[in-house]
């Protein structure tokens, strides 16, 4: 059984929450997500469940076709095309099986290095910080792993048999994944797809499989993002800039904080853009305050054999 059969499969197995207590977890994990969730956590399944489903936002579909630049031009140059969310989705597949050909599949004893940069701007402010991260991570989990999270270093003890971490960072259970986006996008929802919070959970857990740090096995980063182009609601954002300074065009979804950034002349994947802010509990209730704008820019990924080795 793979894992994201038995995590939907637990779904029955877990009392229904309240509003309130929905509420309040999806406060809460929407700020561990933004504040810490470049950190793999190692959770219980039973755990996991309640998490996402209590954190993911129930949203309205929404969307259409929208122009788009030419490949070769601006967005105000004459030769605008027509494109949707779910078409720059396919291009983006597309190239991203192009560039992964010939991608060595990583040995049990190796490391997948990933370099990450990082803006983020408070909008009460306009203040400005940045981060450069690289992580070190072990490929079966079975040595410690080294990884720079906001620019503080953490060293991670290897995986005790019982820990599981979702999405999972070793490769050979990233491996076992479907790479069919049909099946893909349904151990995404983790529900029925009929169910109301279906297209929001799906989203959001694929903006954290794609968060990182983490190597995709062949196909598997190409499906997702055909997986997301099946989901309704989804809508494209324009002007973004990654943290790199690179310009690029959004994927998002109504009331998800997350998006996907890609490059709207070559589709190649750019990072995750995303809204925050800082969480504070006054008289029992949840507040979230000082609001910020962030760019997470996909640097470089590879594979190597010791840490601190860069592809």
Request: contains cysteine; glycine residues 10%.
């Amino acid at each position: 059984m793979d894992d994201l059969t038995a995590v939907r499969e637990l779904e029955a197995d877990v009392p229904a929450l309240s509003d309130d207590a929905r509420s309040a977890a999806r406060v809460r994990l929407q700020h561990a997500i933004v504040q810490e969730g470049r950190r793999p956590r190692a959770l219980s399944r039973r755990l996991m469940l309640r998490v996402a489903v209590a954190g993911t936002a129930t949203a309205a579909a929404a969307g259409g076709a929208v122009l788009v630049a030419r490949r070769d031009g601006e967005a105000s140059s004459p030769g605008m095309t027509t494109l949707s969310a779910a078409q720059l989705l396919h291009r983006a597949a597309g190239k991203s099986r192009a560039d992964g050909t010939g991608t060595p599949i990583p040995r049990n004893d190796q490391y997948l290095y990933t370099k990450t940069y990082i803006t983020r701007t408070y909008d009460k402010t306009g203040k400005t910080r940045t981060w450069t991260d690289e992580s070190w991570m072990s490929v079966d989990g079975s040595k410690p792993s080294w990884r720079e999270e906001f620019g503080k270093v953490h060293h991670d003890p290897p995986l005790g048999k019982h820990e599981v971490r979702w999405p999972p960072t070793e490769y050979a259970k990233l491996a076992k994944w479907p790479t069919d986006p049909d099946t893909l996008l349904k151990g995404l929802m983790w529900t029925g797809k009929n169910a109301p919070e279906a297209g929001a959970m799906a989203f959001m857990n694929a903006c954290m499989l794609m968060e990182g740090p983490r190597v995709m096995p062949p196909g598997l980063e190409a499906a997702t993002f055909e997986a997301v182009a099946m989901i309704p609601g989804i809508r494209l954002d324009y002007h973004d800039v990654d943290a790199l300074g690179r310009r690029g065009i959004g994927v998002s979804y109504p009331k998800i904080t997350f998006s996907f950034v890609f490059d709207p002349k070559t589709y190649a994947y750019l990072g995750l853009r995303l809204t925050g802010s800082s969480a504070k509990e006054v008289d029992g209730e949840w507040r979230q305050v000082n609001w910020y704008h962030e760019m997470r820019g996909l640097e470089q990924v590879g594979v190597v054999d010791r840490i601190g080795r860069r592809p």
